[in-house]
């Protein structure tokens, strides 16, 4: 009965080994992703580096959240 409710999720887990242990390691030792070192290191993993420059070009002519009132 128990065991039958885990079944999902240890298929999931030897499915991706690699994918949930890195998940794991980094939840138990509250790393951030988006920090640094861990962030370049996965950059090189994926073969692709996401940089501020590369962002789109943040606009200041209002095109942001506007305030409205309600009456």
Do not use: Y
């Given at each position: ?47 692709s ?9 943040s ?13």
């Amino acid at each position: 009965m128990f065991l039958d409710e885990l079944t999902p999720v240890v298929r999931e887990i030897t499915s991706h080994p690699v994918a949930f242990l890195g998940g794991f390691f980094s939840g138990l030792f509250r790393l951030n992703l988006n920090d640094d070192p861990v962030k370049s290191w996965l950059d090189q993993q994926a073969g692709s580096s996401v940089s501020a420059s590369d962002a789109p070009p943040s606009s200041s002519n209002g095109s942001g959240p506007q305030s409205i009132s309600i009456d």
